[in-house]
C-alpha cells in the first residue's frame, strides 16, 4: 500500500508541518499545521481511500490514481465558497490531503450564537452554502457532496465567511449518469428519503434535501432532532415537525426549507432555483431582510461571484 502511495503521490515537502489534531471522523484525522508560512489543515485519508476502493471494487492501484486526478481538478476549481485544497501528498503509506484552515464548523457557530443569531446574518450564510454548492453542482463532471452537514460547513471572520468542506464522500456524476447507486455514505439526519433505502440513488436533489436540513438548523440554531423511525414512511416535513416548530410562519428561510425537504426529488428546487430564491424570493426579500440591499452594501464580492456563477 505504502508503495502505491509513494509512485502515485508527491512526498511531503519540508515545508508541510503537522501540528495537533483538530478533530477526528470515520474517514480521516484533521491536524492543524503549516504550509511554508500559511496556516493549513491537514486530513489523513488513508482510510477514505481503502472505502473508495471498495465502492468501485476496482484495483486499488486504478483507484488511487482516479483518486488523485480528482484531488487535482479540486484543487484546480477555486471557489469563494468552497474551502480551497492545496495538495495531497505521500507520508508513511498515508496520503494527507491539505486544504485552507478556518477557524471552525457552522455546527459549533450555530451553537455558540444560538437565540443570537440575526435573521440577515442566518440567510447570508445559507446564500453562502447555496453558492458553494451551486458550484459543484455546475462542474464538468458535477460534483455531488453526498455529505452536506453543519460539521462540514466551516466558518470564519464570525460567520462572515463560510466554505463547504470535507469532500470525502463527494463524487463525479457524468452527464450520462442519472444517478450513482453507491453505498449510502453521509449522516442520516441529514439525508434524504431515496438515500436510506437498500439501493440508494444519489443525484444533485439530494444534496438539496441535505442542504434544506441545513438552512433549517442555520434559522433555529438547533441540530435535527428527530429519530429514526417512519423514514419513507411519512412525508418528511411530517418527521420534522418538532424542528419545523421552532421556525415562524413568517421566517424569510421557510419557503426554502420547505421546498428542498420535499419527499419526491423532482419536487425540489435545483441550487440554481434556490439561489434565485434566496435573492429574489419576495417572502425572503420582505422589509426586515432585504437579501439583495443586504449583500450590495455589506458583501458586494460576494454577490458578484454568486452572480457570475449563476450567470457564467
Known sequence: MGDLFSKLLSPRPDSLRIGPEISRGAYGVVFQGRLGTRPVAIKKIHGMLVEYARDTKGDLATVLADFRRECELLEAARHANVVQYLGVFNQDGSALLVMELMQGTLEQFLRDNRGTLPQEKQ????????????????????????DLTAKNILVSDNGRVV????????????????????????????????????????TDKGDIFSFGVVVLQVATQHPPSFGLVNIGAIPEVERRERDLA???????????????????????????????????????????????????????????????????
Open 123 to 146: 440567510v447570508s450564510i445559507c446564500l453562502q452554502i447555496a453558492s458553494g454548492l451551486l458550484f459543484l453542482h455546475q462542474h464538468e463532471p458535477q460534483i455531488l457532496h453526498r
Open 246 to 312: 421552532r421556525l415562524s410562519d413568517d421566517h424569510p428561510l421557510k419557503p426554502t426549507v420547505l421546498k428542498c425537504l420535499k419527499d419526491d426529488p423532482a419536487e425540489r428546487p435545483t441550487c440554481h432555483q434556490v439561489c434565485l430564491m434566496l435573492i429574489l424570493d419576495p417572502h425572503v426579500n420582505n422589509p426586515g431582510v432585504s437579501v439583495c440591499k443586504f449583500y450590495i452594501l455589506l458583501y458586494p464580492l460576494q454577490l458578484l461571484l454568486l452572480l457570475v456563477t449563476l450567470y457564467g
Open 163 to 202: 466554505k463547504i468542506s470535507d469532500l470525502g464522500q463527494a463524487k463525479f456524476r457524468p452527464a450520462d449518469v442519472q444517478y450513482l447507486t453507491t453505498r449510502a455514505p453521509g449522516c442520516v439526519p441529514y439525508m434524504p428519503p431515496e438515500c436510506l433505502v437498500d439501493i440508494p440513488h444519489f
